[in-house]
């Protein structure tokens, strides 16, 4: 009898193991946006693509909207493996020790989406999501959202219309200096808060892609906003190192096929998906929209880039000369 049971037992955890070794792995996706912007579709088309093709070895659980992590703690849980995938913001890693991401902050830096995926889609791009991996951090691939315009209560068509505002930013050495050549007051502040501070004017402004904006409802606290195309905002989609070596080679090749689709979907809808936001936020009738004269983004352009010469000690004046080599941009011929 005690045999029988001992079989039983065995039996029981032998069929246990065999019930643990069919677990899918689990990958927990977490962003601070919402759903209906380019970064939450992407997360979304990656999860079908990823969980359709590892035929259910892999589960991705998308938690958008700050559901999961605030900004702030999300790169922590990363790198202590409590989530395994994020697509932060590429100004989130300056604080994280590696500042020559900042340059994506610089402002007009990039004029179109070409320029910039010379880069982002380049040498360039894979040797600065190389210097993440000493963070225990593994650089997948680069999402954009768009060209950030500017937005406050009052109109801003001239560098001089920023003095004394208090702007948001996110923790960025760059966008910090981007706010001061302005003449603006920057803070620093969790995207989750940014409404509220708006609609309370514990800030006055902010800069966003139409389809943050948007989705967040900012423009209903925001009389006016500016199409200054004045600076970019991608995201680096990321995983733990340790996690994503730790993969079978077979689901890992699989993960980065559907990685690689899962930017080329993101990438095509970030351009449309903004324009129909700004569309909306016209729509809505609540906020002005004021479209920059050649004269005026010149001065912008003039206030603005002597920000890329003193950020050089910061990101590093190799990494920003490698940019302007693939773009062609020469900011003595502003």
Same mark, same amino acid.
């Given at each position: 009898m005690k045999l029988y049971s001992a079989l039983l037992g065995l039996a029981a955890l032998a069929l246990a193991g065999t019930g643990w070794a069919q677990q899918p792995?689990?990958?927990?996706?977490?962003?601070?946006? =919402?759903?209906?912007?380019?970064?939450?579709?992407?997360?979304?088309?990656?999860?079908?693509?990823?969980?359709?093709r590892t035929k259910g070895k892999v589960k991705v659980e998308v938690y958008a909207n700050s559901t999961l992590y605030?900004?702030?703690?999300?790169?922590?849980?990363?790198?202590?493996?409590?989530?395994?995938?994020?697509a932060p913001s590429l100004a989130k890693f300056g604080p994280l020790g590696v500042p020559q991401f900042e340059v994506f902050d610089l402002p007009y830096i990039f004029d179109s989406y070409a320029e910039l995926h010379k880069v982002t889609q380049g040498a360039v791009g894979q040797s600065l999501l190389a210097k993440l991996e000493p963070k225990g951090i593994k650089g997948l691939a680069y999402w954009d959202n768009g060209f950030?315009?500017?937005? $406050?209560?009052?109109?801003?068509?001239?560098?001089?219309?920023?003095?004394?505002?208090?702007?948001?930013?996110?923790?960025?050495?760059?966008?910090? $200096?981007?706010?001061?050549?302005?003449?603006?007051?920057?803070?620093?502040?969790a995207f989750s808060e940014v409404y509220q501070a708006l609609q309370t004017g514990v800030v006055d402004g902010t800069e966003n892609p139409p389809s943050n904006l948007y989705t967040q409802k900012?423009?209903?606290?925001?009389?006016?906003v500016t199409l200054s195309d004045h600076g970019y905002l991608g995201y680096a989609v990321i995983t733990n190192k340790k996690f994503w070596e730790g993969l079978p080679a077979d689901i890992r090749a699989?993960?980065?096929?559907?990685?690689?689709? =899962?930017?080329?979907? $993101?990438n095509d809808i970030a351009k449309q998906e903004n324009e129909a936001a700004l569309e909306a936020v016209r729509k809505s009738g609540k906020s002005q929209?004021?479209?920059?004269? =050649?004269?005026?983004?010149? $001065?912008?352009?003039?206030?603005?880039?002597?920000?890329?010469?003193?950020?050089?000690?910061?990101?590093?004046?190799?990494?920003?000369?490698?940019?302007?080599?693939?773009?062609?941009?020469?900011?003595?011929?502003?």
């Open positions: 792995i689990v990958i927990k996706f977490s962003h601070v946006v =919402a759903n209906d912007t380019p970064k939450g579709k992407g997360a979304e088309y990656f999860k079908k693509v990823a969980e359709e605030k900004d702030k703690e999300e790169m922590e849980a990363l790198q202590l493996g409590a989530v395994q995938m994020l950030k315009i500017m937005s $406050a209560n009052k109109p801003l068509r001239k560098p001089e219309d920023f003095k004394g505002l208090k702007l948001r930013i996110q923790s960025s050495k760059v966008l910090d $200096a981007q706010m001061r050549a302005l003449g603006g007051n920057p803070q620093v502040m900012m423009h209903e606290v925001q009389k006016h699989t993960l980065e096929g559907a990685m690689k689709d =899962a930017t080329k979907y $993101a929209i004021a479209s920059l004269t =050649a004269d005026e983004k010149k $001065a912008w352009k003039k206030a603005l880039v002597s920000v890329h010469k003193s950020q050089e000690s910061r990101i590093g004046k190799d990494v920003i000369e490698s940019i302007y080599k693939e773009t062609g941009f020469d900011p003595n011929k502003l």
